[in-house]
């Protein structure tokens, strides 16, 4: 059963960023659009659900001491473990080993939902950075949120392990709607072209359709920030790569939701998730 939104809790978008195979820029994306969402006036929580290889810490130059297993454990209310990021970005962080989170006992499970409960977080995006791959831990996020964002690029390699990962989540999840991005294309034709060929796969075989919502270049200014470890809308606003992530971010922000979501909304998505893989396991 979902938590039901009380008169306290704020109207939170929820959106997962996620890929198939690693090495897409995911992670980068996140940080990005984090930003540039902030840039336009909204508050922005990042959740770092990249369990084994978090790297959001790393573009934000940040060194979080905790992380959510502190308080799955008890040792910590999620309020002490919360960092903020460049221009107050929060950011949750879950780092290495924190494997809990895709077995959660009922002691972890209660906690989890105390600490959102208790914590009046007042943000408007919820940014969830996902591993890559289809494992049980990525479907896990991706279910909980209210949109599903898939990344990939122009090699066949990424497309393949894209599909895949729609596959699984339409299969397995009844996921139907997915919104798609592609990284490092060369042009906006190279861009269109990948969303089409991995677009009329998913049709012909899943009978779902994909929404594009944009690609971004791998210009040198992106290229330079990536070196820096530092988001490119930061270090070179004017960019080509930066204008995309700048309409990207628009899209989401002028798109009016249906569905009213808080955080705890999110986690009682999350716990849900968790009981319907463990039924089909």
């Known amino acids: 059963m979902l938590i039901e939104e009380s008169s306290k809790e ?7 960023i996620t890929s198939g195979k690693g090495g897409v820029g995911k992670t980068n ?4 659009l984090a930003m540039e ?3 336009k006036g909204f508050s922005v929580m990042i959740l770092d659900a990249d369990l084994g290889l978090s790297n959001i810490d790393i573009l934000f130059q940040i060194a979080p001491k905790y992380n959510l297993q502190h308080v799955l454990n008890g040792q910590m209310d999620l309020q002490d473990i919360i960092v903020e990021g460049p221009m107050g970005i929060k950011i949750l962080p879950a780092s290495s080993g924190v494997q809990e989170l895709t077995a959660l006992n009922e002691f972890q499970r209660l906690k989890l939902l105390e600490g959102f409960d208790s914590y009046n977080i007042d943000i408007d995006y919820f940014l969830i950075d996902t591993a890559a791959g289809i494992s049980e831990n990525v479907a896990f996020f991706c279910v909980a949120a209210q949109e599903i964002v898939i990344v990939t690029t122009p090699e066949p390699t990424s ?11 339409f299969t397995r999840y009844q996921e139907k709607e997915f919104k798609v991005l592609v990284n490092f294309a060369k042009n906006p034709e190279e861009g269109f072209g990948v969303f089409k060929n991995l ?13 594009y919502i944009g690609y971004i270049p791998f210009d040198n200014a992106l290229k330079k920030s990536v070196k820096a470890q530092k988001p490119v809308v930061d270090i070179f606003p004017d960019s080509v790569s930066a204008r995309q992530f700048s309409a990207i971010a628009e899209r989401f922000l002028n798109k009016k939701s249906t569905v009213k979501g808080s955080l705890q909304f999110f986690i009682g998505n999350l716990l849900t998730t968790k009981s319907m893989s463990l039924q089909k396991a």
């Open 37 to 39: 969402i902030r840039k």
């Open 29 to 32: 994306i996140t940080a990005n």
């Open 10 to 16: 704020r109207s939170v978008k929820t959106i997962a």
């Open 159 to 169: 497309l393949t392990d894209a599909y895949a990962l729609i596959k699984v989540l």
């Open 199 to 211: 677009s009329r796969v998913a049709e012909r075989f899943l009978s779902i359709s994909l929404d």
